[in-house]
């Protein structure tokens, strides 16, 4: 469990990183953001001190009792009003862990776990990797699935209460966490890397060919630290992945020097679908893993067929996406009423190739989608009719989604008769988009995201009201319907949120 590593933030000890100075209170739903707040909520629940305790020596290890695990997926120990942050524990381990970096301005520090003294009575898992505790990759793997479920809903609490800016009453229960149906062998998509040789800036400068002195680190970053551990397997990948990373590893040895910097990897599984028709299973999938960023990687989803390009966005957890569209086939429309005409339209602003699109296809008579990526719109409109997809039901705008509503033919798509489905990258939407989806007034929403507090911010506008163009307080115009983590990704501490929205 030791950790060797090298002295190597002594200049920045004592230091807040721009990041953190960036970061704080930004609304940015980073890791440095999110950790903070989960430290400040600790030092809250101690004695107020006068001043900020001296934060510990460079390096200096300390006996201490995990109390909580933060957002983050780290463990939380107090101990002398200074938080320590210390990865791949459980509450109720004791350890002895070994600081790197201390923040003394937040009187929090960064350690390395370096030895479990008493184990956590939730710690009754065997990790089924042997890069665990090393790897950035996974946090929870010596954590019941159960334990982590109850812990991802605990996450998406945490961020509505520090981020959506709503008082508790706007905020109905959170739902139980939906498991993934695979809590191992489920990723379907591997992005690896390797790192340029240290002489590879200084040749290519000079016009020379860089020159490998050894096969470098593949793999994932280290915890902790800038350096790749060379990772030669990882079971939370899928059979097809995993057998795609080996190969991948003994092609990149024999020809490293054809290489003129690092690189990363692609391992993208595909899904070739053999119809039977005499057996008692009507198909059988065969798995293979692509490694060319624009070949074309097909995906089922039920019986939904999907083709993406390989290196562009598709959800990488394919056992929990027929359950994640069952919900909101089930969600999306809310409950039927007399006084409100039908909804039958509807809009899929992030749409990628088409997911929602598609899996919602049975509820609407038309719907638009709006991607920045030129590509992926191709491959929605190809979706579309490879779903059989009535052809003018659809349409597929490549664009920032800012422009969405300028595109819209308000006569066809009725606010009333309207639902929107937005599936943001990480950073969530802008207020510019946010300001028009209110003043468009869509009936209902569906926000999913893989970034649960930038979620919690954008939805506290929608309910809250934001700002207006010029800055002042508008009234907000939903209301949150429900809201709950999937797990997309077992073993770590990422979650998928989704929640539905109705107009007030
Ligand atoms: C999390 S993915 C969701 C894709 C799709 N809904 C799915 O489930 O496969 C986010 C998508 O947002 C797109 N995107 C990022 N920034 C955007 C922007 N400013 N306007 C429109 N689309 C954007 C990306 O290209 C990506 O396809």
């Known amino acids: 469990m030791a950790q060797k590593r090298p002295f190597n933030h002594g200049g920045k000890h ?58 983050t997926g780290d463990g939380l120990a107090i101990e002398d009003g200074q938080v320590y942050v210390v990865p791949f524990t459980a509450p109720g381990d004791t350890v002895l862990a070994k600081v790197y970096k201390a923040y003394q301005e937040d009187s929090y520090s960064l350690t390395d776990l370096v030895k479990i003294t008493s184990a956590s009575q939730h710690r009754t898992e065997t990790p089924k990797c042997p890069y665990f505790s090393r790897c950035s990759g996974c946090q929870f793997q010596h954590l019941p699935y159960a334990y982590q479920l109850a812990h991802k809903r605990r996450v998406v609490e945490k961020a509505y209460e520090n981020f959506s800016n709503l008082p508790a009453s706007a905020v109905p229960e959170v739902g139980d966490t939906i498991a993934s149906p695979l809590q191992y062998g489920y990723r379907t998509k591997l992005t690896p890397h390797f790192d340029g040789p240290p002489s590879g800036r200084r040749d290519r400068r000079s016009g020379q060919k860089v020159t490998w002195p050894e096969v470098p680190p593949i ?42 910097r690092g690189a990363t990897l692609l ?67 809310g409950p039927t009423s007399n006084d409100q005409p039908p909804i039958t339209n509807l809009i899929d602003a992030y749409c990628g190739s088409g997911f929602f699109t598609v899996t919602l296809s049975s509820l609407f008579n038309k719907c638009i989608g709006i991607d920045i990526s030129p590509q992926s719109i191709t491959y929605a409109s190809a979706n579309a009719k490879l779903n059989n997809l009535a052809p ?8 920032d989604a800012n422009q969405l509503f300028d595109s819209l ?10 639902a929107v489905v937005l599936d943001p990258s990480r950073k969530g939407c802008d207020d510019n988009f946010l300001r028009q989806l209110m003043d468009f007034g869509a009936e209902r929403l569906c926000y999913v995201s893989c970034n649960v507090h930038t979620q919690a911010r954008d939805i506290g506008k929608l309910v809250g009201g934001g700002e207006d163009e010029e800055g002042l307080p508008r009234k907000g115009m939903y209301e949150i319907e429900s809201v709950r983590g999937f797990d997309f990704f077992p073993q770590t501490s990422h979650v998928e949120s989704v929640a539905i929205l109705k107009k007030r």
Do not use: W
Request: glycine share 4%; hydrophobic share 30%.
């Open 267 to 333: 391992l993208r599984e595909s899904t070739t679908r053999e119809t039977k028709t005499d057996e008692e299973k009507s198909y059988v999938d065969e798995k293979t893993c692509i490694t060319d960023h624009n070949a074309t990687s097909t995906e089922y989803v039920d019986d939904f067929r999907f083709d993406n390009p390989a290196g562009s966005f598709f959800q990488n957890n394919n056992s929990i996406l027929p359950v994640v569209t069952q919900y909101v086939r089930d969600n999306i429309l």
């Open 392 to 399: 003018d039901s659809t349409q597929f705008i490549a664009a």
């Open 14 to 71: 004592f230091k807040k990183s721009k990041k953190q100075k960036k970061s704080s209170g930004a609304g940015d739903g980073s890791n440095e953001e999110v950790l903070l707040l989960d430290v400040q909520r600790v030092l809250r629940d101690v004695k107020i001190r006068d001043s900020a305790p001296p934060a510990p020596e460079p390096f200096a290890e300390v006996d201490l009792t995990i109390s909580e695990l933060s957002s």
């Open 219 to 260: 793999g994932y970053m280290q915890k902790g630290t800038r350096k790749t551990l060379d990772i030669e397997d990882c079971p939370i990948g899928t059979d097809a992945v995993r057998e795609g990373l080996k190969k991948e590893r003994v092609r990149v040895a024999e020809h490293i020097d054809e290489y003129q």
């Open 409 to 418: 033919d308000k006569t066809r798509f009725i606010p009333a008769q309207t």
